[in-house]
C-alpha cells in the first residue's frame, strides 16, 4: 500500500508540472493574447497644443465648426473629390507669416527640428511652403503628429477633428497643422486597431464616430488643383490650384449630376482615377482598401448612374490580383468570345449577383449634406447593370481556343497584361483639365508608438 501511494503521489505530481510547463510555453508564446491597440491622442478644434512650434495667439491658424462627414473605407487617397473643405475667408491659414518665423534666424532650432520631420532642409523650407494649399479637414483625420520638446519634434498618433485648419501638399497629404505650426506625416498603421485617448480640453466632440475616421494615403502623382466643398454652403465647389490660398478658386455646383463611368474590367487603381477625374469619390468593404492592380468586376452603382459631386461608387474586385509592378499572381481580363454575347445575368436591383470573388462594396454614400438641397442618390436614375463578361466558345477538337480579338491560329493567354501605372489628379469642374507631374515620393518616418492594455479586435473610447 505505501509503494502504491507513493506511485500515485509522484504521478500526481509530474502531471502539475506538466501542466504548468504548457501554460508558461503558452504564455511565452503569446497564445490567446491579442495585439495591444495603438495609443491615439485627440486633438479637438479650436484648442492649443500644449507644446507648439508656433505661438497660437498670433493667428497663424483658424479652425471651424464642422461636423464629421460620413465615409466609406478608412483610407482616402489625398486626391479624392471632397475630401477636404475650403472657405472663402483667406485667414484659415497664414502661410506667409508661418514662413516669416521659420527663416528667422533667431528662430534656426526650431526651423531645423521642423524640417526634420518633415525630411527637407532648412533650405528648402520657403519652397516647401509655397506649395503648400491651406484646407479644412472634413473628416476626424488620423495623422503623426509632432510637439516642440527640448529643441526636437517629438512625434506622436493623433486624431484631428474635422474643421481643423491644416496645409496639404501636393499628393493631398496634411503636412501642417496651421493654428500651432506643429508639422504633420501621414499616419501608416492599422486603421483598425487604435485607441483614442480624449484627455484635458480635447474632449470627446459632438458628432464623434468610429466610421467617420480616414487616414490619408498620397495620390499617385502630384496635383495641380484640389477640389474642396465650400464648408459654410455644401452645395458650392471650389477648384483651388495646388499652393494658393483662395484668391484664384473657381467655383461650380457640387448638385450638378455625373455619370458613373464603365469601371467593370479595369485594375482598382485605374478606377480611382477615372472616379477623381468625374468628380465621385471610391468605396469599398471590409477593413483594407484593396491593392491597385485589382480586377475591378463591378461598381454599385452602376455604370451610367448619375450622382452629386462627391458621391461614393463602390468597387467589387476578383479574387487574387492582376501582374503588376509588385510581382503579384496574375488574374486575366474578362475573355473575348467568337460569337454573341452572352445575355447579362442579373438585373440593375442586384449586381452583387453579377461579381466574382470577394466583395469590398457598401451602401453608396450621399453626396455631402448641404443647406441647399442636394441631390440625392436614393432618388437617382439608374442605368441597367453593365453586362458580365462573355462567356469563351468552346474551341474546336485539337485546335487551341482562340479570341475573336486575336489573329487566327493565335493562342489566347490567359495572363492580363501589366495595368497601366495609375495618373491620378484631383476632380476639377466640367470643362477643367489638370496636367501631370512627376512623381513624390510620401512616405512617412514611424513614430513612436505607444501602446495600450491588451484587449480584443475592436475600436476602445477611453
Not at 137 to 146: A, F, M, P, S
Not at 377 to 386: E, V
Request: include cysteine.
Amino acid at each position: 500500500m505505501t509503494l502504491h501511494a507513493f506511485m500515485q503521489g509522484a504521478g500526481k505530481t509530474a502531471i502539475r508540472k506538466v501542466a504548468v510547463l504548457i501554460v508558461l510555453v503558452l504564455a511565452l508564446s503569446g497564445c490567446g493574447r491579442s495585439t495591444p491597440l495603438l495609443a491615439v491622442k485627440a486633438v479637438a478644434a479650436g484648442v492649443p497644443s500644449l507644446a507648439p512650434f508656433f505661438y497660437e495667439g498670433s493667428g497663424l491658424g483658424h479652425d471651424a465648426a464642422i461636423r464629421p462627414q460620413t465615409v466609406q473605407g478608412s483610407l482616402q487617397q489625398g486626391d479624392t473629390p471632397g475630401l477636404y473643405g475650403g472657405t472663402r475667408k483667406p485667414t484659415v491659414c497664414d502661410v506667409k507669416q508661418l514662413k516669416a518665423f521659420l527663416t528667422d534666424p533667431t528662430n534656426h532650432q526650431k526651423a531645423q527640428a521642423w524640417a526634420t520631420a518633415l525630411h527637407i532642409t532648412t533650405d528648402e523650407i520657403p519652397g516647401y511652403l509655397d506649395r503648400l494649399t491651406p484646407v479644412l479637414l472634413r473628416h476626424d483625420t488620423l495623422v503623426q503628429n509632432h510637439d516642440y520638446k527640448k529643441g526636437n519634434a517629438v512625434s506622436f498618433d493623433s486624431l484631428l477633428q474635422a474643421g481643423i485648419a491644416v496645409l496639404v501638399n501636393e499628393q493631398g497629404l496634411p503636412a501642417v497643422k496651421c493654428s500651432c505650426g506643429n508639422p504633420l506625416r501621414p499616419f501608416t498603421d492599422d486603421t483598425n486597431r487604435i485607441s483614442v485617448e480624449f484627455e484635458g480640453g480635447n474632449k470627446k466632440w459632438r458628432g464623434y464616430e468610429r466610421s467617420s475616421v480616414v487616414a490619408v494615403q498620397p495620390a499617385p502623382r502630384k496635383m495641380q488643383r484640389l477640389v474642396l466643398v465650400d464648408v459654410g454652403d455644401p452645395a458650392r465647389g471650389m477648384d483651388r490650384p495646388v499652393g494658393t490660398t483662395g484668391a484664384h478658386d473657381k467655383t461650380f455646383d457640387t448638385r450638378k449630376e455625373r455619370a458613373v463611368p464603365e469601371l467593370a474590367g479595369t485594375t482598382f487603381g485605374d478606377a480611382s482615377r477615372r472616379l477623381a477625374d468625374a468628380g465621385l469619390a471610391v468605396g469599398y468593404g471590409g477593413n483594407a482598401r484593396p491593392p491597385d492592380d485589382a480586377r475591378v468586376t463591378a461598381s454599385d452603382p452602376p455604370a451610367g448612374s448619375r450622382l452629386g459631386f462627391g458621391a461614393y461608387v463602390t468597387l467589387s474586385v476578383a479574387e487574387g490580383r492582376s501582374r503588376g509592378a509588385s510581382g503579384g499572381s496574375s488574374t486575366p481580363p474578362p475573355p473575348t468570345t467568337s460569337g454573341p454575347p452572352s445575355a447579362p445575368p442579373s438585373s440593375p436591383s442586384s449586381p452583387a449577383s453579377s461579381r466574382t470573388g470577394p466583395s469590398f462594396s457598401a451602401p453608396a454614400s450621399t453626396s455631402p449634406p448641404s443647406s441647399a438641397p442636394p441631390s440625392s442618390p436614393s432618388t437617382t436614375t439608374r442605368s441597367p447593370a453593365t453586362s458580365a463578361p462573355a462567356t469563351r466558345s468552346a474551341p474546336a477538337p485539337g485546335k487551341p481556343a482562340t479570341s475573336s480579338a486575336a489573329p487566327p491560329g493565335k493562342p489566347v493567354t490567359t495572363s492580363a497584361p501589366p495595368p497601366s501605372a495609375p495618373v491620378t489628379a484631383s476632380a476639377p469642374p466640367p470643362g477643367a483639365t489638370s496636367a501631370p507631374a512627376t512623381s513624390e515620393p510620401a512616405s512617412g518616418t514611424p513614430a513612436t508608438r505607444r501602446p495600450v492594455s491588451s484587449g480584443p479586435a475592436s475600436i476602445a473610447i477611453t
